[in-house]
């Protein structure tokens, strides 16, 4: 079965009748975060020799016996068992499909995988058996986001300035650990019980790290430049970074770019637009931002926002790659920015 709304309450108390859990998405520091707190809430912790056991998927596919007997062991202190699958793919769906036809075994299996598209046979023989649940990990909301960051400051005993929630809400997010290792961060960098958090502080302690490398990128495509798309987005793919949340950060982009074209429409000049944006536009793409707020018309940041849904709905929907299908897009963009240029 599918699980998704309810995610979070599922994983702090999975269903005693379920037998298996796939753990699949972009975002793998979610698919790390909910595979521990599985393997907590019915093992107690991660690292319980008696009760844990990690059965890495080579193992698994060269010998699929091996699956059978790990969920048939007892364990010596008692309790039930944790069988851990990491870096699972489709190449092991048929040994997971017959173990959850089979009804067999008391523990508890945790599969992790990496985006797996709708056909693959690990999705199908999970969502379709009534005693596992399938759960998808995607890149942060916003809203999640602000939800995490409002928590983190709270534990800490402090407070977040609206500005400073709002530019954390638009330049983390896309993988749950570095998220909540920022955050760490920020809180160890005020230090201040009872401080309020401003934007200032946040730009001090996390401006460059978080949002640097992206908001190359994001602007990369906006000035139509292909040459740094390519060298910047193999960078963030290489170090892990989510194409899914790539895209969305240069969707927000480009929806800012339009909400300052409409101010622009209505009278105002270009500071009073772009100083209505939240999160504010960073001091440091100022410029950059006025100049692609001036050359992209509206007609062609619709077209814009029309190829990013189409490259989302492609990356989701397709076995194509989905850093594959995201890079075509930026330079799809490129070219239209380069366009909006000559036209400027």
């Known amino acids: 079965m599918k699980i998704s709304g309810?995610?979070?309450?599922?994983?702090?108390?999975?269903?005693?009748?379920?037998?298996?859990?796939?753990?699949?998405?972009?975002?793998?520091?979610l698919v790390r975060e909910r595979l521990n707190a599985l393997t907590r809430a019915v093992a107690g912790s991660t690292d319980d020799p008696f009760r844990v056991t990690e059965l890495p998927c080579t193992t698994l596919r060269d010998?699929?016996?091996?699956?059978?007997?790990?969920?048939?062991?007892?364990?010596?202190?008692?309790?039930?068992?944790?069988?851990?699958?990491?870096?699972?793919?489709?190449s092991v769906g048929d040994v997971l499909g017959a173990y959850l036809?089979?009804?067999?075994?008391?523990?508890?299996?945790?599969?992790?995988?990496?985006?797996?598209?709708?056909?693959?046979?690990?999705?199908?023989?999970?969502?379709?058996a009534d005693d596992a649940a399938?759960?998808?990990?995607?890149?942060?909301?916003?809203?999640?986001?602000?939800?995490?960051?409002?928590d983190a400051i709270?534990?800490?005993?402090?407070?977040?300035?609206?500005?400073?929630?709002?530019?954390?809400?638009?330049?983390?997010?896309?993988?749950?650990?570095?998220?909540?290792?920022?955050?760490?961060k920020l809180v160890l960098?005020?230090?201040?019980?009872?401080?309020?958090?401003?934007e200032e502080d946040v730009l001090a302690c996390i401006g460059d790290s978080a949002a640097l490398n992206l908001d190359d990128l994001i602007y990369a495509v906006g000035d139509g430049d292909q040459a740094t798309i390519q060298r910047v987005y193999g960078r963030l793919m290489a170090e892990g970074t989510s194409p899914i949340s790539v895209l969305t950060s240069v969707a927000r982009h480009f929806m800012r770019l339009h909400e300052t074209?409409?101010?622009?429409?209505?009278?105002?000049s270009m500071d009073q637009a772009a100083a209505a944006l939240r999160p504010p536009v960073f001091y440091k793409y100022k410029g950059r931002f006025y100049a692609q707020a001036k050359k992209w018309t509206e007609a062609l940041l619709a077209r814009a926002l029309d190829v990013v849904t189409e490259a989302e709905l492609a990356a989701k929907s397709t076995d194509?790659?989905?850093?594959?299908?995201?890079?075509?897009?930026?330079?799809?963009?490129?070219?239209?920015?380069?366009?909006?240029?000559?036209?400027?």
Do not use: N
């Open 101 to 128: 036809e089979s009804g067999t075994g008391d523990a508890l299996v945790l599969v992790a995988a990496d985006e797996l598209p709708p056909r693959s046979k690990l999705r199908q023989a999970f969502e379709a």
């Open 154 to 184: 709270k534990k800490a005993g402090m407070q977040i300035a609206p500005d400073a929630l709002a530019w954390l809400a638009d330049h983390v997010g896309g993988d749950r650990e570095l998220t909540r290792r920022e955050l760490e």
């Open 134 to 150: 399938a759960l998808a990990c995607y890149a942060d909301s916003a809203q999640t986001i602000e939800g995490l960051v409002r």
């Open 320 to 344: 194509m790659p989905a850093e594959a299908i995201i890079e075509r897009a930026f330079l799809q963009l490129a070219q239209v920015g380069r366009g909006a240029g000559r036209k400027s």
């Open 63 to 90: 010998d699929p016996a091996r699956l059978g007997d790990e969920v048939a062991a007892f364990s010596f202190s008692g309790g039930r068992r944790v069988v851990r699958v990491r870096d699972a793919d489709d």
């Open 6 to 29: 309810s995610a979070d309450a599922f994983v702090a108390r999975p269903d005693p009748k379920i037998r298996a859990v796939l753990i699949y998405g972009p975002d793998s520091g």
């Open 261 to 268: 074209r409409g101010r622009l429409a209505d009278g105002k």
């Open 189 to 198: 960098y005020v230090c201040a019980p009872g401080a309020t958090i401003s």
